[in-house]
């Protein structure tokens, strides 16, 4: 093998470590909890939690919209049959903020891990279709959930922003 070939291959093994530390960490982490570290475990859960709703949204949200269309247009105090569509629409994009909120509250994983919280109680875990566990839109955990999320986006902007403009500059202000 050219030494090339070997730098590569070791360079592969690397990667394919590191990849398992982090899947090994994330699993240890979504079980029961280290006692020197208990938050983990709820913070574990709500990684996967908000990545299920994530990843299974856009098939989640139309049949989550329809089959609560029909339940406001059933029933003695349903409403009529023709604004099934409007209905539709409505829940459509209410589900799906509330995916979005699940989506962005991924990128405060960092904070959750400190913070040790546990998974939004928005939509029962693990269910197809996701049924509501607690409130909707105008909730205390939907509340929360949108306060973390906008905690990690700003996090994460200004992790970039400080690793990509700031450092930098003032490397090149000392160097120069």
Same mark, same amino acid.
């Given at each position: 093998?050219? &030494?090339?070939? *070997?730098?590569?291959?070791? =360079? &592969? &093994?690397?990667?394919?470590?590191?990849?398992?530390?982090?899947?090994?960490?994330?699993?240890?982490?979504?079980?029961?909890?280290?006692?020197?570290?208990?938050?983990?475990?709820?913070?574990?859960?709500?990684?996967?939690? =908000?990545? !299920?709703?994530?990843?299974?949204?856009?098939?989640?949200? @139309?049949?989550?919209?329809?089959?609560?269309?029909?339940?406001?247009?059933?029933? *003695?105090?349903?409403?009529?049959?023709?604004?099934?569509?409007?209905?539709?629409?409505? !829940?459509?994009?209410?589900?799906?903020?509330?995916?979005?909120?699940?989506?962005?509250?991924?990128?405060?994983? @960092?904070?959750?891990?400190?913070?040790?919280?546990?998974? @939004? $109680?928005?939509? $029962?875990?693990?269910?197809?279709?996701?049924?509501? =566990?607690? =409130?909707?839109?105008?909730?205390?955990?939907?509340?929360?959930?949108?306060?973390?999320? /906008?905690?990690?986006?700003?996090?994460?902007?200004?992790?970039?922003?400080?690793?990509?403009?700031?450092?930098?500059? /003032? !490397?090149?202000? !000392?160097?120069?």
């Amino acid at each position: 093998m050219t &030494r090339g070939g *070997e730098a590569r291959a070791v =360079d &592969r &093994r690397n990667r394919r470590g590191r990849a398992t530390a982090v899947v090994l960490a994330l699993l240890t982490s979504a079980g029961a909890g280290c006692s020197a570290f208990p938050g983990a475990a709820d913070a574990g859960r709500r990684l996967l939690a =908000d990545g !299920f709703v994530s990843l299974t949204a856009p098939l989640q949200v @139309p049949a989550m919209a329809a089959r609560d269309a029909w339940a406001a247009c059933a029933g *003695e105090e349903g409403s009529s049959k023709a604004l099934l569509p409007a209905w539709f629409v409505a !829940f459509a994009f209410e589900h799906a903020g509330l995916c979005a909120l699940h989506l962005v509250d991924l990128t405060a994983a @960092p904070i959750h891990l400190v913070a040790g919280n546990r998974p @939004p $109680r928005i939509y $029962r875990p693990w269910s197809l279709p996701m049924e509501r =566990d607690r =409130d909707g839109v105008l909730g205390h955990e939907a509340g929360e959930l949108a306060l973390y999320g /906008v905690a990690g986006v700003g996090g994460a902007a200004i992790a970039w922003w400080f690793g990509t403009s700031y450092v930098p500059h /003032v !490397f090149r202000w !000392f160097v120069q």
